[in-house]
């Protein structure tokens, strides 16, 4: 599995090469200004993102970045201790985020989860009421409606009807759309429920997305 890494220095390269009997290998490393010396067509299984604070630029290359390999599953690292810097993260369309100083062994494990997670088969299209969700393209639709959903709007969406007829706590929520534990988001789960209800449930006489007192949340069932 290669390992596409961009970081300011070398940290993250130097570390991992300790872990190269975990059948994966970091085959590029890829300094801020030397990642697009590298051949578009050339193929990477992740790539870990190191944000870096005193790089302005960095939004606009994790943006180049992702036009260059569509496809690509990302982790983020970075800095950023507050919800609404991780939110902001996420909401790029991180497969997952961990806040530096990182430890290695925990990487290297979100690191196999998030390529577990990219190797499953999907199924193609969820379907709800008039709610239609195709998975190969990203694609939502209400009623015929294009709907455009942020990244983890999408991965919310897309887990709630997984368990399509059965409620889902909001710690299962983090876990499963965040990777990551409750402690370390608080009302998260809540917030992005909010956006997902605006630009799903508003205009509709029939929600789609319901509370279970208690539990969490759910779509379809009784």
Known sequence: MRILVVEAGTWLVHSLSEFRHDNFSVEALAPWGSVFDIAPTSQFDLLLFDLDASIAQESELLFAIQKRWPNLPYILLS???STEDRVRCLDS??????VKPVALPELVARMRAVLR???RPLRNTYLFADLEVNRLTHRVSRGGKTIDLSPKEYALL???LGNLG???TRAAIIEK???ADVATF???VDVYINYLRHKIDMGNQQPIIRTVRGI???IGGN
């Not at 369309?93 to 961990?98: C, K, P, Q, R, T």
């Open 186 to 188: 608080t009302n998260i």
């Open 166 to 168: 059965r409620p889902v």
């Open 93 to 98: 369309g991180a497969d997952d985020i961990l």
């Open 79 to 81: 800095a950023a201790n």
């Open 117 to 119: 997670r990219h190797s």
């Open 216 to 218: 969490g949340y759910q």
């Open 158 to 160: 897309d887990f709630l």
């Open 177 to 179: 759309v965040w990777h």
